[in-house]
């Protein structure tokens, strides 16, 4: 079992804003344009986003088990580490450092810099070159607000959390009250019709999946804190449920006034779906409205990168206690607890991404890895429970147990397999790149072992 790494200091409500925190980012305010290019048809890009939430809901069953099992600090790292071994877990610390984590957080800030250069008075003359500008310019700034401490940077992601979902809330709110005849058929009476299965196919709805469970995820990510959280047994698998309900309920409300709203041509080609849905509702205030939006979205995407940093450091600080070449990265801080070094190095290669690829690539780069190491956790809960002993110290009564094992287990595994492929097939580039860099972790280990 890990060692702790600094004190408890979160509570359950802590856990949650980072959940949600990381979830409800810009997201499901740019990501919407890329599921049309692979699902034509208004209701089952509804049902896609549905199947999403759900999928991301039955893979915190299984969290929550392996939650209660190990509730050190490391989340993932340590439930690869200890069902498959320290390799696993060395290469799955090994992607999040250089592709997954990283990579998301080069995303998040490039949506941060699409937005914020509207506010520039001279934006109409600036491009990619300044967009990336800002976008690195956030990563280091936040990178340096986490070297003040876990406590300072929890009540700061329980604020951001708090303006994210009072922002969404407004959205949703007037665009209910703003209904008219809608733009595209959401008649659910004719999602099975011969004209909609014509232009479907389950490996198109794979493909569209990619970026729906990228805007999803990080609602597992509350784990990787797991050895700074009180209570971790009870807190962990209740931040856990509350994030997939809440996330799922609002995202699903997002897009169907995206749907009712926006013809589906012009969500396609829209680089900002939620500044065009404002436009809209609110007519000749919607120029007013959608720069307010933009202010939230630049909100939401701090509120995101620094979540993801702050959870990424951790992630380094767990795997430094097994991997000697990386022990530096876990070096704390002696006043603030915070590993200095794990944060610095996060910052520092999530900008090299910003300027390396684009937030189009940037979502496939880190699809295959994230997909085949989540069907790997979920399948440790079959290994785990067919195991004899239990090498954990919890009372039998604090653990959570995965209901109608071992058919979640199995499905979240699948699931997450056949999205690895649906990847894999359409971006080959992106994923081969991303497999190269994990297979040259495997001489790395065996180098720092031999040394």
Same mark, same amino acid.
């Given at each position: 079992m890990n060692k702790e790494l600094g004190n408890r200091v979160l509570g359950r409500w802590d856990s949650v804003a980072i959940s949600i925190g990381i979830v409800i980012g810009a997201g499901i305010f740019r990501v919407p344009s890329e599921v049309v290019p692979h699902i034509a048809s208004p209701v089952w890009i509804l049902i896609a986003w549905s199947l999403g939430g759900l999928y991301s809901?039955?893979?915190?069953?299984?969290?929550?088990?392996? @939650?209660?099992?190990?509730?050190?600090?490391?989340?993932?790292?340590?439930?690869?580490?200890?069902?498959?071994?320290?390799?696993?877990?060395?290469?799955? @610390?090994?992607?999040?450092?250089?592709?997954?984590?990283?990579? %998301?957080?080069?995303?998040?800030?490039?949506?941060?810099? #699409?937005?914020?250069?509207?506010?520039?008075?001279?934006?109409?003359?600036?491009? #990619?070159?300044?967009? /990336?500008?800002?976008?690195?310019?956030?990563?280091?700034?936040?990178?340096?607000?986490?070297?003040?401490?876990? /406590?300072?940077?929890?009540?700061?992601?329980?604020?951001?959390?708090?303006?994210?979902?009072?922002?969404? %809330?407004?959205?949703?709110?007037?665009?209910?009250?703003a209904m008219k005849a809608p733009a595209n058929n959401l008649d659910f009476a004719h999602f099975m019709s011969k004209e909609t299965l014509s232009t479907f196919s389950l490996f198109n709805?794979?493909?569209?999946?990619?970026?729906?469970?990228?805007?999803?995820?990080?609602?597992?990510?509350?784990?990787?804190?797991?050895? #700074?959280?009180? #209570?971790?047994?009870?807190?962990?698998?209740?931040?856990?449920?509350? %994030?997939?309900?809440?996330?799922?309920?609002?995202?699903?409300?997002?897009?169907?006034?995206?749907?009712?709203?926006?013809?589906?041509?012009?969500?396609?080609?829209? /680089?900002?779906?939620?500044?065009?849905?404002?436009?809209?509702?609110?007519?000749?205030?919607?120029?007013? %409205?959608?720069?307010?939006?933009?202010?939230?979205?630049?909100v939401y995407a701090l509120g995101t990168v620094n979540a993801l940093l702050l959870t990424g450091s951790r992630i380094a600080s767990a795997m430094s206690l097994d991997n000697p070449l990386f022990a530096s990265l876990g070096k704390l801080d002696e006043k603030r607890q915070t590993p200095v070094r794990g944060i610095l190095f996060n910052g520092l290669w999530s900008c090299l991404l910003v300027f390396a690829l684009s937030f189009e690539r940037l979502l496939y780069f880190t699809g295959f890895s994230v997909w085949i190491f989540f069907a790997m956790v979920a399948a440790s809960i079959i290994k785990l429970r067919y195991q004899k002993s239990d090498t954990t110290n919890n009372r039998e009564s604090d653990k959570f147990y995965t209901p109608l094992f071992p058919l979640i287990p199995a499905v979240v595994a699948i699931v997450a397999l056949f999205l690895a492929l649906s990847t894999l097939m359409d971006y080959k580039i992106e994923s081969l790149c991303g497999m190269a860099i994990i297979f040259c972790g495997v001489p790395l280990f065996f180098f720092q072992k031999k040394n």
């Open positions: 809901f039955l893979g915190s069953l299984c969290y929550a088990e392996l @939650a209660t099992r190990f509730p050190d600090t490391g989340g993932d790292y340590v439930f690869l580490r200890e069902c498959y071994g320290k390799l696993t877990a060395f290469l799955f @610390a090994w992607s999040e450092l250089l592709i997954t984590r990283t990579g %998301s957080v080069a995303a998040i800030a490039l949506m941060f810099g #699409e937005f914020a250069i509207k506010f520039l008075p001279y934006h109409a003359k600036t491009g #990619e070159w300044e967009v /990336k500008t800002l976008a690195v310019s956030v990563i280091m700034a936040l990178s340096a607000c986490n070297l003040l401490g876990l /406590k300072t940077g929890s009540r700061l992601q329980n604020a951001l959390t708090i303006l994210k979902i009072l922002a969404i %809330s407004f959205v949703i709110i007037v665009g209910l009250f709805l794979g493909v569209a999946l990619v970026p729906i469970m990228w805007a999803y995820g990080g609602w597992r990510d509350n784990l990787f804190l797991a050895g #700074e959280t009180k #209570e971790p047994t009870s807190s962990l698998p209740f931040a856990l449920f509350l %994030s997939c309900i809440a996330v799922t309920v609002i995202y699903v409300l997002m897009n169907f006034l995206y749907l009712w709203f926006l013809p589906l041509e012009q969500i396609r080609h829209a /680089k900002l779906v939620g500044t065009d849905l404002l436009s809209v509702i609110c007519g000749q205030a919607g120029e007013a %409205s959608s720069r307010l939006l933009g202010i939230f979205i630049m």
